[in-house]
Structures are given as structure tokens and as C-alpha cells.
């Protein structure tokens, strides 16, 4: 099964359309470190990270596992672990993924710039939840809990997001 992301605004998985928000800048085919674009491709669902103190162990066959609050994500792309996950503390740039907002509830790392991992073409692509004010991502797609709930029991571990470009 693929999940299509058609538009900044639409998501496809299981014949259901959602509405999904995606980066501040769009969707683009030449993402960078820091654009707030969301890369156009294919990508795998690699794993579900989720907050086990907040909601129960989600249904899906995605490998999954509870964050805890070390974990983080190296978004430095000049040290040797960019793009990858990483235990807090941590001495590079990094993003930490427990949050004090919802938004990393449900988290689900994005096979983008991983095999193999380029520096600076963008980091910590994730399929998560949307805030509640619906604004846009620093590159992600995000959809409303509920609804990251429906398409994650749908997911398989070949399970791929279809970003494509609205412009093209």
C-alpha cells in the first residue's frame, strides 16, 4: 500500500482522503537542511516511535517501539550521525523527539536521505501529528491523531508515502 500525498492539503491511504499539512514552504523536488519543505518521493515508513506515557501502543505492522525522554534526531550535517537517531544529551545540533506538544504522539521516521545519507540535503523527514491550529511543518507531513491512527493500522512494513509535487 502507498499513502499519497497529492496536494499541502490532501492525503490519500486505504481509498480515505485526509487533510494533512506538510513544510512552511511547500513541497519541493530539491529540499535542503532548514528549507521548511517537504521532498517530493517515494519513501518507505522505516518505524513508529510513540509516546506510551500519552496513548496506548498503536494497531499497525510497522516496527514499533515507546520514546523515551533521550531520544533525539542529529539534524548537524557536518557530524557523522546527521540524519540519524541519537541519545540525549547530545553535543551536535539535534532535534529532541519528547515534546512537550503533541505533535511527536505518534512519530514516524521517513526513509528520506538515509541510504545513503547526504549532508545538508535535509534531515528528520517524519510522518506525525498535526498541531491543533493545523499550521504548517518544518518539513514533515502531518495529519490529525485520529486520523495518523486509521492509516497507521492500514501500514505494513512495505507500506511507502508517495509525496508528489502539487506543481507539476
Request: proline share 8%; hydrophobic share 35%.
Amino acid at each position: 500500500m502507498d499513502i499519497i500525498v497529492r496536494s499541502e492539503t490532501r492525503l490519500e491511504a486505504g481509498g480515505k482522503t485526509y487533510a494533512c499539512v506538510v513544510g512552511r514552504n511547500g513541497i519541493t523536488p530539491h529540499k535542503s537542511e532548514g528549507d521548511g519543505a517537504t521532498p517530493v518521493g517515494r519513501f518507505p515508513l522505516r518505524s513508529l516511535r510513540y509516546r506510551a506515557d500519552r496513548i496506548d501502543p498503536p494497531i499497525t505492522h510497522l516496527e514499533t517501539r515507546a520514546l523515551t525522554p533521550i531520544d533525539g534526531w542529529c539534524d548537524a550535517p557536518d557530524h557523522p550521525l546527521y540524519n540519524h537517531p541519537v541519545t540525549l544529551p547530545f553535543e551536535a545540533s539535534h532535534e529532541r523527539l519528547w515534546r512537550e506538544d503533541n505533535l511527536y504522539n505518534l512519530i514516524i521516521d521517513l526513509g528520506y536521505n538515509d541510504m545513503p545519507v547526504e549532508a545538508g540535503r535535509g534531515s528528520a523527514i517524519f510522518f506525525h501529528v498535526m498541531s491543533e491550529d493545523a499550521s504548517p511543518t518544518e518539513g514533515c507531513v502531518a495529519l490529525h491523531q485520529a486520523d495518523l491512527l486509521d492509516v497507521l493500522a492500514l501500514c505494513k512494513p512495505d507500506t511507502h508515502m508517495d509525496i508528489r509535487n502539487p506543481r507539476s
